[in-house]
């Protein structure tokens, strides 16, 4: 009875916030009509089906082809509807951060911004249709990796890795560098210093200490001016693929030169790179201004012919204020932004029709409980955290049934083969989980908090700020009263994710489960010491399950082995669940081959980790453009 008042008072509490289920439906059919929806990359793992991940690439008026440059013919492509592609122009986009250091050595919050002007061995397949695999998620199966540096690679034994660099590709013609070319030795030069394997290296980079990349690498050698050869510990390819195909800003090459010459890269002046784009203007708080780089060498999968890339500028302006970010999209001030929330998409629809909207998982939005501080180091508060919040009415409600009533565990529901999916929980895993103030104030009341305890939560303020106070609500109806303090999204990081200075629960804007990171990388995700296990979880059966699968060769055994880990996780609620929801991608008619993909114009608060690869992709019907008065 007492579970049925509580839910009753909730269901009143959220009405005010709650989303009509046919504004919902009025946004599944968003975007243009010629949008497809991806079949691929997601699939149902819970009772209530989750959303497809939608794709949605051209503009509802027909593309102009203006102005074309191109000299190749691509007919029959899939690609064909979006029009021929044009030079000039540019594009802006909104950053929630400013640039607190631009050195993928430290890997700070702007070091993924360096995807501009610092390149990978390897980038995303730009032929393939979104319909078979649409790039939103942040992993990228093997299948789909095409070289970028590298032509192309090899397993010569199980822990043997060689790479085949391209030939012919220079760095930007900016001193030191002066456009000399690339060359195996500037892979070796930068897997030493991150993973301080010699040449004057003999530490990993603050990033990567702990990480077990820097246990499991043993050596990387250049063997001649176009080949690099890996060996490792490891014997599971998976792993070893992973290492360097994750979009992360870490595995962007810095040049050799600009770092002898200056110690490091987080100088703005000293960006250099073999990339699309140079870094020409930035103004601190205010924009960064990325230029054409004339002497690229990257042409266009697409049009062969085409040198890249075909904007002359991307301008990245520095909005901390959400309403303002929306404003200048509706102005047409800015191109594209992602991670909208459903009701600011549900609201843009009906002022800007217009507007290509495009609906992206993401992760489970979760409640981040520090995991060696008390209450939170007991696993009966933890639990009576979880069975307070009742998803099913915050799904139904706030999200306009638009999302997943299911809580998640490490494993994105959208990885196919390796989640470990609601619907495969056993029943007591399942009961856990499920909304019962009653059991949950006996848990606390066990844990040796029968009124209850306050506590804070250090909250990004990018983040849903709305939902956390309904949170709060579900908090307090059973004893637990939390004090919610907001941080920018940069100071946010410095605090929690880089300093462990939060004492209590942290809240970020995007999940802390459920990510579609590499399945292989969720393994060391909360070992002890990793540096992204920011809630200090330590655990030996957490701990155990990384080792075992670095030394398998079994694919199979290591899916089973992620799904054990995900098991285990959910049991001892390591993490507080909340809702897998969809955020929204917008982007003006003109802006085409932007379909959301996964960091191509932002990732949170660590910047558009695949800038560099997309934006020298995207370009501008600027015929279109002029017809729309923009």
């Known amino acids: ?90 594009m802006t986009i909104p950053s929630t951060m400013d640039l607190p250091g631009l050195d993928p050595y430290y890997n700070l919050g702007g070091a ?66 002066n456009g000399r070319e690339f060359t195996s030795a500037d892979v070796v030069y930068h897997f030493n210093r991150d993973y301080g394997l010699g040449g004057g290296f003999t530490k990993p980079s603050p ?76 103004v601190s708080g205010a924009s960064v201004t990325l230029s054409r780089n004339p002497t690229y060498w990257g042409y266009d999968e697409r049009y062969p012919k085409n040198q890249l890339p075909y904007l002359d500028t991307v301008k990245i302006l520095i909005i901390s204020d959400a309403a303002t970010t929306l404003a200048a999209i509706r102005t047409g001030k800015i191109d594209a932004a992602d991670n909208l929330s459903l009701q600011q998409a549900q609201q843009m629809k009906k002022t800007n029709p217009e507007i290509i909207q495009i609906g992206v998982p993401y992760s489970c939005l979760t409640i981040d409980p520090r995991f060696d501080s008390k209450p939170f180091s007991d696993e009966k508060v933890r639990q009576a955290m979880q069975q307070a919040i009742d998803l099913p009415t915050i799904a139904a409600t706030y999200y306009g049934g638009t999302s997943p009533a299911d809580p998640s565990s490490l494993t994105s529901m959208y990885e196919t083969g390796w989640a470990y999916p609601y619907n495969q929980w056993p029943q007591a895993l399942k009961d856990s989980f499920a909304y019962d103030p009653a059991a949950a104030k006996k848990l606390l009341s066990d844990a040796g ?121 959910a049991q001892q609620h390591f993490e507080i669940s909340l809702i897998y929801a969809n955020t929204f991608s917008v982007c003006q008619p003109w802006l085409k081959g932007f379909s959301a993909q996964n960091a191509a ?6 910047g558009p980790m695949t800038l560099g690869f997309y934006a020298s992709r995207f370009w501008v019907d600027q015929k279109l453009k002029k017809s729309l008065g923009k």
């Open 112 to 177: 993924a911004m360096t995807s501009a002007w610092m390149e990978k061995l390897g980038g995303d397949d730009w032929t393939l249709d979104p319909a078979v695999f649409s790039y939103h998620i942040a992993w990228r199966p093997n299948d789909y990796m095409k070289g970028l540096l590298a032509q192309s690679w090899e397993f010569t034994d199980p822990s043997t890795l060689v790479f085949h660099l391209r030939q012919g590709v220079h760095w930007q013609n900016i001193a030191p560098a």
């Open 449 to 569: 908090y029968p009124t209850g305890f306050n506590t804070d939560v250090v909250a990004d303020a990018a983040g849903d700020l709305d939902l956390l106070q309904i949170i709060k609500s579900y908090f307090a109806a059973v004893g637990i009263n939390m004090e919610i303090r907001t941080m920018d999204s940069a100071s946010w990081t410095a605090f929690v994710r880089n300093g462990h200075k939060y004492d209590a629960l942290a809240y970020r804007s995007s999940g802390q489960i459920g990510m579609s990171y590499e399945p292989i990388r969720q393994f060391s995700r909360y070992t002890t010491g990793y540096v992204a296990n920011y809630t200090l979880v330590s655990d030996p059966t957490i701990d155990g399950m990384l080792p075992k699968a670095l030394a398998s060769t079994d694919m199979n055994y290591i899916k089973q082995l992620l799904q054990d880990e995900n098991k285990y996780f």
């Open 207 to 282: 990033y990567n200490v702990g990480n077990p990349i820097q246990s499991n690498l043993v050596s990387v050698t250049a063997t001649d001016k176009y080949t690099v050869v890996t060996t490792w510990k490891s014997t599971n390819p998976e792993y070893i693929s992973e290492t360097w195909e994750s979009i992360g800003g870490e595995n962007a090459i810095e040049n050799s030169e600009a770092v002898t010459q200056w110690g490091d890269l987080n100088d703005w002046h000293h960006a250099i790179g073999t990339g699309p784009f140079m870094l020409t203007d930035y």
């Open 601 to 606: 114009i932002s990732s949170g608060s660590s």
């Open 1 to 90: 009875m007492e579970g049925k008042k509580e839910k009753l008072k909730h269901k009143v509490l959220l009405l005010g916030v709650s989303l009509l289920v046919v504004a919902a439906v009025l946004l599944a059919s968003c975007g243009n009509t010629t949008g497809k929806t991806s079949t691929t990359t997601s699939t149902t793992t819970s009772t209530t089906k989750a959303p497809p991940i939608s794709d949605t690439t051209s503009s509802t008026t027909p593309a102009s082809t203006s102005g074309s440059t191109s000299t190749g013919s691509s007919a029959g492509h899939w690609w064909d509807k979006l029009g021929v592609p044009q030079y000039g122009g540019e």
